[in-house]
Each structure stands twice: as C-alpha cells, then as structure tokens.
C-alpha cells in the first residue's frame, strides 16, 4: 500500500484499540476509501474472519481491492451506500457483526482528480458526487436551489460566517450564466470574501474551503445518510459489538454524539465514548488531515 501521507487513515491506532478486531470477527468498513483502515484490521481478523467494505466510489473499490488482496485474508467490497447497511449485509448472508467503521472523510484521488469537481485548487467540471453514476452534478444543484436554502447550506454544513453575501454573489452570476466549474465558484467565494486568486492560494485555509465542503456534503446528501446509518447499526451489531465513527465537520459530529447518547439513554448502547478520540500532536504532523478529525464509539449491549 502507498505511503504517501494523503493516503495514511486517520487515528488507525485509535480505531484498532476501540475495534479490537480479533481471529475470527467479522467487521464492516463503511467507508473503505483506499483501503487503509480495512488493511490493517483484515490482517488483525484473518485468517477466519471476514471484512466487508463498502463504498459509494466505485474508483476507490478498485485501488482498495488491490490494497486488500495484498494483505490475504477473506473481504468482499460492495459498492453503495452505508445507508443501506442492513441490505448489504443481508446480501453477504451476515445478520451480524463484530464492529462497525465509517471515516467520514473524503478520499484524496477524489480531490486530487480534476474531473471529478471536489477541488477549489484545481479546475475542473463542479461535479462532486461520490458516485458519479448517480445523482445530480453540483453544478446542477447550485444553479437551481433557493437562495435561501443556499445560505442555510453553506451555514449549517460549511460553518460558513459570509454565507449571505456568498450565496447572494450565487444567485446574481448565474442570472447572467450558469455556474459550471470549479474556477466559477472559486472565484464567486473570493469575491465574496475579499480575496484576490493568488492570496487565496497561499491561505492556510482558502476562502472556499467551507463553501465546497458544504456543497459536497449537499450534493451527496451526507447528513442523510449518516442519520440512517446511526439508526440501522446498532441492529447490525452483536452483542457487544462495537461502531466507531470519525467525523470531520461539526454537524457530523454532533449527529454522532447526539445519536449514541440517546442510545445510552435508552438502553441501546451499553457504553459510548466520554469524549471525541483526537489525533495525538505526532499523527497531526504526519498526517494534517487528522488534525480536524474526532472520533466517537458506541457499544451495545
């Protein structure tokens, strides 16, 4: 498996430790990504046990199969959502399982790829779906959905302070025409937020991080999902089995939270984690994405 950092999962000590997947167990990567985290925990389950992985890209199921076949061991690779866990398990033949995993993170090839929209640093089709075979482009829910409804987007999923004058900058260029590419946006949010082209690309966080964090999140109905997902995995679980989830954006993060306490309250969940697991100051400087990811656990009973 590459080493580039890019490609380093996030808190794997962390996730082995909670996880303790063992000879035997069958666990659920939700979001399999390159391959990372399944890796490791399929050469923690092997030789008897099973990792089903799952992910909405089917470009990443491709480089994690090559990831994974390297390590041995029995997984199978399902491309869908982890909305649909309860249905992708009853197609593996599993009721249940050990531990369940979902990284909330997006995969940097699709970041890195210029056709696929993600990237304000690169040009390219405002595409952003993660799976390209479904859905509507980013393009296409930008150039049609409310001003409001924008503004209360770019706020709520991208924690974005100058959501009214953003999305109002929207609004009025694509009265003149459609908003198409990544440079269009980019250079909408600059304007917006007073940045020229060239400071924006040497800012430590560029002005039109959040607007495409939160159009991402839009687009792929993330928030959605993840609410289904919470619902369904304690039903997927056995007694006690174990679901961690790493979250990068507040709203996700409080979805979790909000999801396992309740369950604690009412009698679902056995034992959740106190606090957010965070990357130690050692994994920030080797892996700077890390540094905005927590982690949170839940374990029935």
Not at 38 to 56: E, N, S, T, V, Y
Not at 276 to 283: R, Y
Request: hydrophobic content about 40%; charged content about 25%; some cysteine.
């Amino acid at each position: 498996m590459t080493r580039d950092t890019r490609h380093v999962p996030v808190l794997l000590g962390a996730v082995l430790n909670i996880l303790d997947p063992r000879p035997g167990h069958i666990v659920v990567d939700c979001t399999l990504g390159l391959g990372g985290h399944a890796a490791a925990i399929l050469q923690r389950i092997k030789p008897a046990g099973r990792l089903i992985g799952i992910d909405f890209d089917p470009a990443n199921i491709v480089i994690a199969r090559e990831n994974l076949t390297s390590v041995g061991g029995e997984f199978e690779l399902h491309h869908g959502n982890f909305a649909a866990l309860p249905t992708i398990l009853a197609q593996a033949g599993v009721e249940h399982v050990d531990a369940v995993l979902a990284d909330l993170g997006v995969a940097s090839p699709q970041i890195d790829d210029p056709a696929r929209g993600f990237s304000y640093r690169q040009p390219g089709p405002l595409d952003m779906r993660m799976d390209p075979t479904r859905g509507r482009p980013a393009s296409a829910v930008i150039n049609q959905i409310s001003q409001r409804e924008l503004e209360s987007a770019l706020l709520e999923l991208g924690d974005e302070t100058d959501a009214p004058r953003i999305a109002e900058l929207i609004v009025n260029r694509r009265k003149i025409r459609p908003i198409a590419t990544t440079q269009d946006l980019t250079a909408i949010v600059c304007q917006a937020r007073d940045f020229t082209l060239q400071r924006a690309a040497g800012a430590k966080l560029h002005p039109a991080a959040r607007t495409f964090q939160a159009l991402r999140i839009l687009v792929n109905r993330e928030l959605a999902n993840l609410d289904r997902l919470l619902a369904v995995v304690p039903k997927c679980l056995r007694p006690g089995g174990t679901a961690a989830i790493i979250s990068f954006h507040s709203g996700e993060d409080r979805r979790v939270k909000t999801a396992f306490r309740d369950g604690l309250r009412g009698g679902i969940h056995a034992q959740i984690s106190p606090d957010p697991v965070v990357a130690d100051q050692a994994e920030q400087k080797l892996n700077p994405r890390s540094r905005s990811a927590k982690l949170r656990w839940a374990r029935v009973g």
